[in-house]
């Protein structure tokens, strides 16, 4: 009826009714594990967490159980579901409603981790997550709901594990995720009159992740930077950096690779400390200009 | 301790006809043959040939054979726990590949991915054995809202433990179960301990199925070790839940005979105590009924018996024979 804190599923109630479209307690548990069952038994559920910090709550249904009923029951279990999320800050909601929790799913073998970083992936990587077999968590930043962009109506699908080059250039490469994906490009603007081009590679699907854009893209730039919201400690930056050095692009890195993340802390509410707590446009710049001279 | 009623003797007979004769003995032989599963199974785990570690049911077997004859296996759902040999068995799966996936073999019905704590018939609507505590209760909601949405008289029964009672998934699967009145049957097979805890230090009632009152669904305490109390419990709940009516709790109360694993050396019980249950056996006590009722023989029984024993010898010759996984297909099942 609310649609959800964001509303997100504002309309549905009205247009696929009560049967379809259901309200829940707040039950983190069972709203998940309502999902898996459903999934279980030939339904394609889609669920939707209030914030991405209260997936806590639901962490045993999907690590250890949504995850692994296919691979523990010899193949034959299918758990088709989409578990939709508002992940990270800006909002000055504070400590426990803006975190970016994403990592702690890639790190879970049988889980998908999609996260959008504009309103035209959205609709096409969630239809996609809707057709895929497996559990997908959608994590949606809540800055992005505020985002225009080009839809189209018809009902396109964007493949999961593909990574997308957003933007082409031949200085720096960022890998960068959700709505990082959007400061990069405000700061490649700021940085191309400089004569700095920096290619930006959104993977849009962090696990199974798409490795090959990215070994490919840092080959022709040598130099490399990471930035995503979550914390940096154990963060997603740090796969794609153990990536890339293990992978061909190793011996064309010209400058060491850099990550620009969260710092390792909780949200604060106060505005500017929040500001100051995960990377901004001006971070990117400032990284990207001194990895494009040499400065480091 | 906790006292449970037995059945009025009216309502054995009436339950006994509806069965019938031929049905009745193939539930004691279900007993039967998960007893001799798990006497096997411990034995198999005592010669080195099982690789990790198990959780036995034996004492149990009314509880699992009740359950699952009163429900259509098969067409209906099941979801069980961490002690789930016997449910599987109960389901009506079949021996050597529950066998074969105890012993971690590519003709288990998991491959010999799963192993003792996730037993899973799919094809069969067992949607498998949960290693965790309480892990299966918050499914069942959802195999119930697929049920109502599909529209078909399906039900699901989720079995859990005492201990999972306690865990705060089973309080948001019971609501949500019941705000949305779905076909649910929640049988708490309480088998009194929670590895050495026991339910009376674990909770402050006499009976788990109070809990039903706080969720607003019936409950009901039965004698888990009487298959005909368990088979009427759950046939009524069925019958509730395919009626529309949404789910109840039933709370079996049985006894765990063995440790809660291998690894238990039962410091939290007395022998008195447990040999006071071994005492309530379930399976000569059906067998008891049926030979009062007429419709089972001394001599009858001892081929139920020897029936049973030839199924787990032909099953572990069968998982002995069985092919181990082959390593170049590790990674099948991970994703689709």
């Not at chain 1, 339904?43 to 523990?72: H, N, W």
């Not at chain 1, 895929?132 to 949606?140: A, K």
């Not at chain 1, 490469?173 to 191309?192: F, G, K, N, P």
């Not at chain 1, 993340?261 to 400390?273: D, E, F, K, S, V």
Request: glycine content about 10%; hydrophobic content about 40%; charged content about 20%.
């Amino acid at each position: 009826m609310y649609g959800g804190a964001f509303g997100v599923s504002a309309g549905l109630y009205d247009q696929f009714g009560a049967e379809r479209v259901r309200d829940t307690p707040i039950s983190e548990a069972a709203i998940a594990g309502a999902c898996l069952g459903a999934a279980l038994t030939g339904m394609r559920p889609i669920g939707e967490i209030q914030f991405m910090d209260f997936v806590t709550l639901s962490m045993e249904q999907l690590v250890l159980q949504a995850s692994k009923v296919r691979f523990m029951f010899g193949g034959k279990a299918s758990a088709p579901f989409v578990l939709r999320m508002p992940g990270g800050s800006g909002t000055g909601a504070a400590a426990q409603h803006s975190q970016s929790l994403e990592n702690w799913f890639v790190h879970v073998p049988g889980l998908k981790v999609v996260m959008p970083s504009s309103a035209y992936d959205a609709k096409g990587l969630l239809l996609a997550s809707i057709d895929d077999d497996n559990p997908v968590i959608f994590v949606e930043h809540k800055l992005l709901y505020k985002t225009k962009g080009h839809v189209p109506a018809e009902m396109y699908r964007i493949p999961l594990s593909q990574s997308h080059i957003v933007r082409q250039g031949r200085d720096v490469t960022v890998v960068a995720t959700s709505i990082m994906v959007q400061r990069a490009l405000a700061a490649a603007d700021e940085l191309a009159p400089e004569g700095i081009e920096i290619e930006i590679v959104d993977p849009r699907t962090l696990s199974p992740l798409d490795e090959e854009p990215i070994v490919e893209s840092v080959i022709k730039t040598g130099r490399v930077l990471v930035v995503h919201e979550a914390v940096i400690t154990g963060g997603f930056g740090g796969e794609i950096v153990s990536r890339i050095a293990s992978s061909a692009a190793f011996d064309y890195l010209d400058a060491p690779v850099r990550r620009l993340a969260g710092r390792h802390m909780p949200i604060p509410y106060n505005r500017t400390l929040e500001y100051h707590t995960v990377p901004q446009v001006e971070n990117i710049v400032e990284e990207a200009r001194r990895l494009a001279q040499g400065v480091y | 301790m906790l006292v449970t009623h037995s059945l009025p003797s009216d309502r054995v007979e009436e339950l006994l006809s509806s069965i019938g004769a031929d049905q009745a003995c193939q539930m004691l032989e279900r007993m039967q043959v998960i007893r001799y599963f798990e006497e096997k199974a411990e034995e198999l785990y005592a010669l080195g040939k099982i690789h990790g570690t198990m959780h036995l049911s034996i004492g149990q077997e009314a509880t699992a054979v009740g359950a699952s004859s009163a429900v259509r296996s098969g067409y209906d759902y099941l979801l069980n726990h961490h002690r789930g040999h016997g449910h599987c068995l109960a389901w009506g799966s079949d021996v050597n590949r529950t066998m074969a996936e105890f012993m971690g073999k590519e003709a288990g019905y998991c491959r010999g991915r799963g192993g003792s704590m996730h037993i899973a018939d799919v094809e069969r609507n067992n949607l498998g054995a949960n290693g965790i505590v309480a892990g299966g209760v918050p499914i069942a909601p959802g195999v119930g809202l697929s049920i109502k949405l599909r529209g078909t008289d399906q039900v699901c029964l989720v079995i859990f433990g005492d201990g999972a009672s306690n865990e705060g998934a089973f309080h948001e699967a019971l609501n949500l179960a019941s705000i949305w009145n779905l076909p649910v049957i929640f049988l708490c097979e309480n088998n009194q301990y929670g590895m050495s805890m026991s339910i009376q230090r674990a909770a402050n009632i006499e009976r788990i199925s109070l809990r039903a009152v706080a969720y607003g669904v019936p409950g009901e305490t039965v004698d888990g070790n009487d298959l005909l109390a368990v088979y009427d419990a759950v046939g009524r709940a069925a019958a509730h839940a395919r009626a529309g009516s949404g789910p109840t709790l039933i709370e079996s109360v049985t006894y765990r005979w063995r440790g809660h694993s291998k690894s238990d050396r039962q410091a939290y019980r007395t022998r008195d105590e447990v040999k006071e249950w071994q005492a309530k056996d379930p399976i000569p006590r059906f067998a008891r009924c049926l030979i009062e009722a007429g419709m089972l023989s001394e001599a009858e029984f001892e081929a139920v018996q020897q029936r049973a024993a030839q199924q787990i010898e032909a099953a572990v010759a069968f998982s002995d024979a069985s092919p181990e996984p082959d390593v170049s297909t590790i990674l099948e099942g991970v994703y689709a």
